[in-house]
């Protein structure tokens, strides 16, 4: 009877890793800084044991125990990477634009809109730009723009986003928005007070139309039937 060797899944070493790294940066709301620093370590280590382990010599131990390390390194490119990525997403948006004055909001739907309540639907959202609201004085009579770096999540209420569905109500003649991935829009709302667990939210109440011509589009003709598809 030739007993079978031993071995240990990658996976088994991975997974631990990096649930050790991921979910207590994410506990104690570590710096963005520090995360991205530990995922630069971990990938330039990721990449050093990968070579050594590629020169030694097969059915080594040494080789056995660079395999355990390369997992291990691996797991905490990996959990140190999507707490980053996370962190990322709640950073408020940078404008020069005063946060409480912004009353639309141009980019691209990063996702499809979900349920959040009974009355709202959420969508992360890539801001590239944005306007203020007019002031009363000659030289602020009309709304300034501004340009926006970062993502956020907008917050579209239920009526707005099923008038596109079947059966929806449409409330503009027609020129219903379907919300979904890669839409690229123009919205008229406000942004809400940041909380850094939600991260940035920007409350729509509409999506702005200027005369004939819609302000929104798709960034390729595949995500155009793809919401075509998702709507019938």
């Known amino acids: 009877m030739v007993r079978k060797k031993k071995t240990i899944s990658p996976v088994c070493v991975a997974a631990p890793s990096a649930a050790l790294v991921f979910y207590p940066v994410m506990f104690l709301n570590a710096d963005r800084m520090l995360v991205q620093i530990l995922a630069v370590t971990a990938g330039i280590l990721l990449c050093v044991v990968s070579a050594v382990f590629a020169l030694a010599e097969r059915g080594s131990a040494r080789r056995q125990t660079l395999f355990l390390t390369l997992a291990v390194a691996f797991g905490i490119f990996t ?3 999507c707490a980053f990525r996370v962190i990322s997403d709640r950073q408020p948006l940078v404008t020069l634009a005063s946060s409480n004055k912004v009353t639309t909001l141009s980019g691209t739907l990063l996702g499809d809109p979900v349920p959040w309540g009974k009355k709202l639907y959420r969508a992360p ?10 002031g009363s004085t000659l030289f602020s009579a009309f709304p300034r723009q501004y ?12 009526e707005l986003f099923r008038e596109a569905l079947p059966g929806g ?9 379907l919300f979904s991935a890669g839409l690229i829009l123009e919205l008229e709302g406000k ?4 909380d850094e667990q939600e991260g940035e939210l920007f409350i729509v109440s509409s999506v702005r139309d200027k005369s004939e011509q819609r ?18």
């Open 147 to 158: 340009s926006v770096s970062g993502s956020c999540y907008v917050l579209i209420p239920a």
């Open 125 to 134: 959202f890539r801001a590239e730009s944005c306007s203020t609201e007019s």
């Open 169 to 177: 109500i449409t409330r503009k003649n027609g020129k219903e928005t």
């Open 79 to 81: 959990g140190s990477f």
């Open 191 to 194: 942004l809400a007070p940041y």
């Open 215 to 232: 302000t929104s589009r798709w960034t390729s003709q595949a995500a155009r039937v793809r919401a075509a598809r998702v709507r019938a």
